[in-house]
């Protein structure tokens, strides 16, 4: 199992992600979110493959399909977030943090 917490940034509402692969490589996510629209993302995520997410366009992913459908804020960070701990957890990607910093120039 992968865990994966993302505080995103000026919303403060943190998401909590689980990701477990099978040996089918079917992915098991499960989101505890502070963000009602995230939640519901959690909520949709169903019948996901581990391959599928890691060798797709990212439109063409499960993830980011949930996220559009969801109404997740363009810039928000939960579907990269879940894709990569998907992608640990199938152990086709070593688990490391990720970091985005924005500050004034």
């Known amino acids: 199992m992968i865990i994966v917490d993302v505080n995103p940034g000026v919303c403060g509402l ?3 992600i689980e990701c477990r692969v099978n040996e089918d490589y079917q992915a098991i996510v499960t989101v505890e979110s502070e963000c009602k629209q995230v939640q519901r993302f959690g909520e949709s995520l169903d019948g996901i493959t581990a391959f599928g997410e890691v060798g797709n366009p990212i439109c063409e992913t499960c993830v980011y399909r949930a996220a559009s459908e969801c109404r997740l804020h363009a810039a928000c ?3 990269a977030a879940t894709i990569k701990g998907i992608e640990a957890a199938a152990g086709l990607a070593l688990p490391a943090d990720v970091t985005i910093s924005l500050r004034k120039g």
């Open 14 to 16: 943190r998401t909590h």
């Open 77 to 79: 960070p939960v579907p």
